[in-house]
Structures are given as structure tokens and as C-alpha cells.
């Protein structure tokens, strides 16, 4: 089943010519309602885009970072007037100042219907009852599926996060046949619902869309043994709109890119140039018909390849893979974005402390990420005041909550004995992948 299939299965001729004329709309669009890209367009003397002939030509336009993001926050990449503004969402936030997206009427219908081809590639259909365990607010996954689903006809139950009891009673009483949610906490669920004391049978549970965070074959499949059903996966991120940049179809080989509004590219990213077809490198993406905020050559730090060759479900859009990591040390924990940086900037600013620690990140049987920090002490005498100890601690998982959304356990070491580094620092342990 496709939603659009029209433009599902175009030729890949017909892709890249429409891409090539939206690529060159939206560059002149960009030079004409944002100063900086103007700015950068000029300077790059790619001007408002009429010089641009093929789709190679793309290699002139400058990138666009997520620091141009917070640079301009809130609103200083809005190409729209703000009276055309029908929405604002914005991401986690953590680092300081969050991703702000703003959306138009337009932009609005287009999302749903990107959604809505990512659901049901992912086995959505008018008769499914989905329940959404995103949390709802500014964070685009919840109103993104929301709004894509009821685009299908699906029935919506905007569960929200949190209250897993409560979850999993509407599941068996609403008779909910879909789950929306990150992989961690679908499985968190899966395995709640086993131990509920409930039988299996009581849930009519058959498909799980699932994204927001990097979802692993293995992790998929646990979350599928457990409940019983399918899952897929999907790819977006507030910079670009939200979810339904990209998703599984039945043949989960590749994340299927809504080619006709998404245009990517896979960079070097230490050269910036690209990369033979088939490489893995940065994705970097061109949104081709938002109007609200336009993106031109997106570097999305996030590491993928792209296939361009045919995919047995018919579509003719190109796939990612699944991320293999990112170029920057970004962090999800429990679908949280967390930067070292940030955790540096809260050690250097603390007494009695030195910006020397380790980050220890696990996850527990019941599938949940727990984030520990050791954190080195200046001076060894506070190691025999209890209460100057407790004190410390307790201060430093306040502020680390307050900044990073996110509780973290504090663990205070010796001097001298977190491990020190010649080159570059390897502070993280990241011990999820070891379920
Ligand atoms: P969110 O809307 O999930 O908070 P953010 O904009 O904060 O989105 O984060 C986007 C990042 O989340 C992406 O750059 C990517 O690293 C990660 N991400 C989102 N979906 C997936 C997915 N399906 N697989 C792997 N990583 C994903
Ligand atoms: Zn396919």
C-alpha cells in the first residue's frame, strides 16, 4: 500500500527534474526572504540561484548548520511573514537556546502527507487504532504523526508520554492495533506489558512506528518478539520539520526519503565534498517546498549512506540506511539530546570540582537509559566530610537536571583518578549497544 503512489513510484528522471526546479525555486525563494541566505547565496556567488542547471550544481549553495539555527533563534531563518505562520514547534532544547521550526498552512499539509506516506509504508491503514506515546508539545514527533495518521483515517489516541500502567490499559481497552513511539520506550512498554500480569492476548497490538532515536535490528526485533508485531522505522528532525523525512517500507532495506520535498546528498564531512554513491558520509538534506523555513544543504551530523537502485516494494525514492552514528558527540538519552559540552560548561562553573569526568550510560532490564557522571574532586580533604560530599553532589545533579532535562546520577572520584587524554578524549561509555 502507498498514499501517494503517483509520486511514490515516479521515475527516477522525473524525480530529479522536479527536484532540479523546486532546487532552483527555493534557492531564489531563500535569497529573497532571508537575510542570510542572501548573505551566504552572494558571497558563494551562487546569487538567487538562475546560474544552478543540474542538480550537481548544488555543490556551490553553502551549508547550513544548527549553530545557523541558534545564531538566528527564534525566528531569523523564517522565510514566511508571520502572519502566515500557522505553527511553531521547537526541539528538546537542551543546549541553551532550542531548534525552532515554524510552519505554514502549506507546510502544514505537506508534513501530513509525508507522515502519512512513512505510515503507511510502515502498514498503517484507515482501520488501525494507533496510540501515540510521543510526548506531546513543541517536540514535532507527537503533532507529526498525530496529524499524518488522521491524514490516513487511522483512529488517534494522543496517549502522550509517561504512566506506562496507564498506557497499557488503553492499549487493551481501545483495542489499539499501533504504537507511536522511540524504539527505547516501546521496548520499555513491551516489557512492562509482559510482566503486567495481563495475557498477551488481551492486546491486539500489530505494528510499531517507531523513530526519534537510532533503533538497532536487534532492539527491533526484541521489541517485536515481545509484543508480537512489525515494527518500522522512521527519520526526521525538527531543523527539517519533524518526522517524515524518511521511512521503512515492508522491505525495511532503507528508510525511503519523500524525494519530491527532501532533497540529500552525502558529504565528507571533513571535506564537504561528496562522496562516491553508496559511501557512507554526513546527510545533508535541501528542503524543496517549505515555505515557513526553508533549509538549504542541511548537515545533519548524522552518518548514513544513500541507494539509489530500485526497492522491491515498487517505490522509486531513494533509502537511507540506518544512522551509523554521528559526526558530533550529540547524546539521545531517553529521546533526550545531550551534548558533553553541556555537562563540561556545568563542571567548570561548579566549586571544588575539575572539568575532568567520565560519562557512563546503561540501560537497565527494564530497557532504561541511565546516564552516570564521575565527576573528579580538586581536593581529597572534602572525600572525609560526609555531609560537604552529599552536599556537592546533590548540587551538581540539581543543575545538571535543570540544563539538561535529564536526571544523572553524580558519582565524586578522587583527584587524579578519572583518565586523562593525549589526544582526543574519549569520556563516554556508551554501554547500550551491548543489549
Ligand atoms: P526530535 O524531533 O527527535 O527531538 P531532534 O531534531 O531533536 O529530533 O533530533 C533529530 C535527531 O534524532 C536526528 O538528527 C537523528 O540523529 C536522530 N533521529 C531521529 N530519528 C531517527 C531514526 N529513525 N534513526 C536514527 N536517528 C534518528
Ligand atoms: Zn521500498
Redesign the pocket.
Known sequence: MMFQKDIETMPREQINALQLERLKQTVKYCYDHVPLYHKRLDEAGVGDGSKIKTLSDIEYIPFTTKDDFRDNYPFGLTAAPMKDIVRIHA??GTTGKP?VGVYTKEDLKIWADCVARVAVAGGVTADDVIQISFGYGL???ALGLHYGLENIGATVIPASSGNTEKQLMMMRDYGVTGLVATPSYALYLSECAKKSGYPMSDYKLKLGI??????TVAMRTKIEENFGIRVS???????LG??GVSGDCEARDG?HFAEDHFLPEIIDPETGKHVAEGEYGELVITTLTRKGMPVLRYK???ITKIDYTPCSCGRTHARMA??RG?TDD?L?IK?V?VFPTQIENILIETENVAPHYKLIITRDAAFRDHLEIQVELINANILDNFQALTELQRAIEAKMQSILGLRAKVTLVPPNTVERFQGKAKRIDDRRNQI
Open positions: 526541539s528538546s531548534t517536540f514535532t514527533g517507531l523513530g526519534s532515536e537510532p533503533c522505522d522512521n527519520y526526521g528532525m525538527t531543523e519533524g518526522p528508510m545533519t551530523r548524522d540506518k544512522t554521528r550529540m539521545i529521546g539530546n
